[in-house]
């Protein structure tokens, strides 16, 4: 089965612009993830969605990030405006509810740098 | 909160056994997995543990202790293929059941 796909692999952008990264995950998985993870860091959940609902964002820094995940699947996640502290890698994953071990799909993500 | 230690680096040679320690601190618990991530690449799945003892998946073994908020993750006949970081992740916390990654453990394997 195809994996998860993200792009941009790579962007760089000034602070104060706008980027979006786009996800397509598994097909089938309901359950889909955006983690931000930062150099020598783990990655941190950023928002969970399941089919095209929000399960949780709590740690979406929403006065500048927001994702959305029409017709529940494909997802984008937008960063406006971006600061220094958001470069980072954005990684995009997917899970489905069936598999008891919680095993989440990961994508190669995208790094952002901000300059 | 949640929070989750493990060793920055370790470094084994080629054949050796290592083990990489995680301890955890959470509201909530539901598993504890891990993941392996070489750099430049994406976090993959190794292993889950949900109930206190072993699970072997081939030369890898992961074993958990509730009761010690413990876990380990045990890589057997190292291969240089094996240098890469390794995280924990807490599964619980919140009616998503959402990942608390660790820091996360680089692991060389020296020839």
């Known amino acids: 089965e195809a994996g998860v796909a993200q792009s941009p692999r790579y962007k760089i952008i000034e602070k104060r612009q706008s980027v979006a990264f786009w996800c397509n995950p598994i097909?089938?998985?309901?359950?889909l993830y955006w983690y931000q993870q930062i150099l020598g860091q783990g990655p941190k959940l950023l928002i969970q969605f399941q089919n095209n609902g929000v399960v949780d964002d709590s740690q979406l820094p929403k006065d500048r990030f927001s994702a959305e995940r029409l017709k529940g699947v494909d997802s984008t996640l937008k960063i406006q405006p971006a600061k220094l502290e958001d470069s980072a890698v954005y990684l995009c994953?997917?899970?489905?509810?069936?598999?008891?071990?919680?095993?989440?799909?990961f994508g190669p993500g995208t790094r952002l740098t901000v300059t | 909160g949640q929070s989750l230690e493990q060793p920055s680096e370790v470094t084994a040679v080629e054949g050796a056994i290592v083990q990489i320690n995680c301890t955890y601190q959470t509201s909530g618990f539901y598993g504890l997995s891990w993941y392996q991530q070489h750099d430049g690449g994406a976090p993959t799945f190794l292993s889950y543990n949900a109930l206190d003892g072993l699970e072997e998946t081939g030369r890898f073994s992961s074993f958990l202790s509730r009761s010690d908020s413990y876990g380990y993750l045990l890589l057997q006949e190292l291969q240089m293929k094996d240098s890469a970081s390794y995280f924990c992740a807490v599964r619980g916390v919140g009616s998503a059941r959402q990942l608390t990654f660790g820091s996360g453990t680089q692991l060389t394997v020296l020839p």
């Open positions: 097909s089938g998985h309901a359950t």
């Open positions: 994953a997917s899970s489905s509810p069936e598999r008891t071990t919680y095993e989440q799909y």
